[in-house]
């Protein structure tokens, strides 16, 4: 891929291929002039950024989501109009339901507006998730994970958005960004979240320029770096600054909190290795810099002192916002957005359930998700023999 850090669809379409796991050398033709004769020479004169050229040597220029699903061969359309269930979200949860809906013969389809396996397929290394004694890839889980779901012949969908969704009759209408409509009897709600951002000034013109917050997506472009900066430290932002530290010579950590909030066992591994440092009761006030980061002011909250620093990147791990702005309006949120259910995960709306990182009172860990995905099933099940939508007596194990 041919492109710029100020570059927004370039950033765009960096984070695309990330999310589907798909391996690709990035070459920034700011700082590389053979590399821009050639995007040049590619486009008989033109300059168009990100240039991204595939191994059978074609070559897509600006290319949209949906133009790097189809490249991918990633199927876009559903193959029925009418299904027993659809899952939105194809993250733990949404699997784990699927393949228990899959095994009691329940019609169902996965939706994902960006790649299967979800948030774990883009964490550098998962340690507790039962059954790996010695630790296992996110992305090799996540891999995992939708093989399991090909084998039951779950149909998925990834890099496709539910747009809308409304009950129709006694059924539940969605409809797809690709324009596309189904109809299901139910629907699981499982959209996950998305890490939250600083909101500070000089952070939006700066993601994907130096700002991040995926280290495995990210991290090794900054290979030799002096420095980078980690933002938050919880579980996540320890985890990913161990990640980071392969590459960097230092990893600054930054934490609001006059405590570091993750489990022992991380803290001990941190605290054991010269290549971090902390500043724990500060907080970022400010990003600068023109096309990359070129420094990071900070503020002490109990004194005032103002830090000034100079990381090649920032990595930011501060909480999780759900993915559910297409919810409103349609299903109760709470104030943080996060999805209303009661105990038997069902939604205000009639046979529409939710389950995952995006419900209310749901505790963002991977192994709670996989059994809210498959407790959920279990009540939807129940919800579609009641109305006759499915024979009595399947039993999941």
């Known amino acids: 891929m041919y ?26 033709v700011d700082d590389d002039g053979e590399a821009l004769r050639t995007i040049e020479a590619l486009q008989n004169g033109g300059h168009t950024i990100p240039t991204i050229v595939f191994p059978d040597q074609s070559v897509l220029l600006e290319p949209t989501n949906e133009a790097l ?63 790996f004694p010695e630790g296992i890839g996110g992305a090799e889980l996540a891999r995992r994970f939708v093989a399991q779901a090909d084998r039951y012949q779950v149909e998925s969908l990834g890099a496709v958005e539910v747009t809308a969704l409304a009950r129709e009759m006694d059924d539940v209408a969605l409809t797809f960004g690709t324009g596309q409509q189904v109809g299901a009897h139910a629907v699981l709600l499982a959209p996950g979240s998305s890490y939250r951002r600083l909101g500070v000034p000089g952070e939006e013109d700066l993601i994907g320029a130096g700002v991040h917050f995926c280290a495995t997506c990210d991290g090794p472009f900054y290979r030799g770096a002096d420095e980078l900066l980690v933002v938050g430290g919880g579980n996540s932002g320890l985890e990913e600054g161990l990640f980071l530290s392969q590459f960097a010579k230092k990893v600054r950590v930054v934490q609001r909190d006059d405590r570091l ?15 971090f440092e902390f500043h724990l009761g500060t907080e970022i006030v400010e990003l600068r810099g023109q096309g990359r980061v070129e420094e990071v002011v900070g503020r002490t909250r109990a ?3 103002m830090h000034h620093w100079h990381p090649r990147a920032v990595f930011v791990y501060i909480g999780l916002d759900p993915n559910t702005q297409f919810l409103d309006g349609t299903v109760d949120l709470d104030e943080a957005g ?13 046979g529409v359930y939710a389950a995952g990182d995006g419900r209310r009172g749901s505790t963002k860990q991977l192994g709670a998700a996989v059994g809210d995905g498959i407790a959920a099933l279990i009540a939807i099940r129940g919800y579609l023999q009641s109305h006759s939508h499915l024979a009595t007596g399947a039993e999941g194990r």
Not at 8 to 27: I, N, S
Not at 261 to 275: E, G, H
Request: with cysteine; proline share 4%.
């Open 3 to 28: 492109g710029a850090p100020w570059c927004p669809d370039c950033r765009r379409a960096k984070q695309f291929l990330a999310e589907h796991r798909v391996e690709y050398r990035w070459v920034n």
């Open 69 to 131: 699903a189809q490249k991918l061969g990633l199927r876009l359309q559903a193959e029925r109009a009418f299904y027993d269930l659809v899952i939105v979200g194809g993250g733990p949860a949404g699997l784990a339901a699927a393949i228990y809906a899959a095994r009691e013969g329940i019609a169902v389809l996965v939706v994902d507006r960006s790649a299967l396996g979800g948030q774990a397929g883009v964490t550098e290394r998962i340690d507790n998730y039962p059954g």
């Open 261 to 275: 909030t993750a489990s022992s066992l991380l803290q001990d591994k941190v605290r054991d290795d010269p290549r």
């Open 303 to 305: 004194t005032g002192e």
């Open 338 to 350: 996060f999805i209303a259910t009661d105990g038997m995960f069902r939604t205000n709306l009639e």
